[in-house]
């Protein structure tokens, strides 16, 4: 189960009649993502608050009957997008993911998140049926019906964040748990696109004719994050070292998907007993370019690659690609914690591998 979070609103147990509701084989999938994200740019970017009414109504008009009865909703943490946990009265479990309150702001790459984790999941559940579980997706409403703002409403798995549990598992539960991230991680960077660049404009066939080309795009954009803030970063040198080694991810020609969330502690469900991986989330942020973006590829333990099956092969260009990588995800980790400050975390740790990434990719030939 997972536990109580700290910012859970429980809403009122309703009495209503019970009447039809949803088979069981619905309760199967896995729980939703609660890595930041946002929606389509066709769809408002950001909601007010949901309530029990207006969950419930939204969940009848998925499954298109008045008679089902929500008997609790429950909002759960998330770092961007408003996620709620909803129990019929049968004891089916839902996840209603809607876009980020209007309070927050949300970054260039996450103004697509809705849509990403929609497009990412079908995708997932076409073409790798069974082999990964990842939530299951019932319906989006991109205009957002009854909510009056898109929603997700996607299946559910009991599992507490590998977050929680890192300090209470042992080597060996942990080294089993990083091949089994490897072996998932191998399944997903084996998919492949025709196009560079994001979900969205790759599901559009508007995505780039090369890896060098999208990632600009990529890294701008987060510079820009910065920049709106008025955040103080070495802007000049990083556009300057960057560009002098872009040429290096030339070498990547297949756009693979990459979920750069997929294996972070926040994004990985763990079965309290079993120590095994019940569920992986995390697919709003989703890229297809060069696996080597994701951090446990380009940081992955000794068992990781042990499920991976191999480590990335060497290349002329290698070291500064993964340079390039830590740059990027330093660079989105400042513009996210400065955009939306969380109580007790800072970007010392972001600033500190963006300065020696800069400094070693200044010092390349």
Not at 204 to 220: D, I, Q, T, V, Y
Request: charged share 20%; with cysteine.
């Amino acid at each position: 189960m997972h536990l109580p979070p700290l910012d859970v609103a429980v809403y009122p147990v309703v009495a209503m009649n019970h009447g039809r509701h949803i088979s069981r084989s619905a309760r199967a999938g896995s729980a939703v993502s609660s890595i930041s994200s946002s929606s389509s740019a066709s769809s408002p970017t950001c909601a007010p608050s949901a309530d029990f009414s207006g969950i419930q109504r939204a969940i009848q008009s998925v499954f298109r009957s008045s008679k089902i009865t929500v008997r609790k909703a429950e909002r759960l943490p998330g770092r961007l997008h408003q996620v709620y946990r909803a129990q019929l009265a049968d004891g089916s479990i839902f996840v209603l993911k809607c876009p980020p309150h209007v309070s927050s702001r949300a970054l260039r790459h996450e103004k697509h998140g809705l849509e990403t984790e929609l497009k990412t999941l079908r995708y997932l559940r076409e073409y790798r049926q069974g082999q990964l579980p990842v939530p299951e997706v019932y319906q989006y409403q991109e205009h957002g019906g009854v909510l009056g703002s898109p929603f997700l409403l996607m299946s559910f798995v009991q599992g507490r964040k590998l977050a929680e549990m890192l300090t209470y598992l042992s080597a060996h539960e942990r080294t089993t748990i990083d091949r089994t991230l490897g072996a998932y991680m191998r399944i997903i960077t084996m998919l492949n696109a025709q196009q560079f660049g994001m979900t969205h404009t790759v599901f559009a066939n508007k995505g780039s004719g090369s890896w060098r080309e999208a990632f600009r795009a990529l890294l701008e954009s987060a510079l820009r994050d910065c920049e709106d803030m008025l955040i103080t970063l070495p802007y000049d040198s990083i556009r300057y070292y960057v560009e002098q080694h872009l040429h290096t991810l030339d070498e990547v020609q297949t756009p693979c998907m990459v979920a750069m969330d997929m294996c972070d502690p926040q994004s990985v469900l763990v079965d309290e007993q079993t120590k095994k991986v019940t569920g992986l989330v995390g697919f709003s942020n989703v890229i297809w370019g060069d696996p080597l973006m994701n951090e446990a590829i380009a940081t992955g333990s000794d068992a990781f690659f042990e499920g991976y099956g191999e480590r990335p092969p060497r290349s002329p260009g290698l070291h500064a690609r993964q340079l390039i990588y830590a740059i990027y995800r330093a660079t989105v980790q400042i513009a996210s914690l400065n955009h939306r400050p969380q109580p007790r975390v800072n970007d010392t740790d972001a600033r500190r591998s963006m300065t020696f990434a800069v400094n070693r990719l200044a010092a390349l030939k």
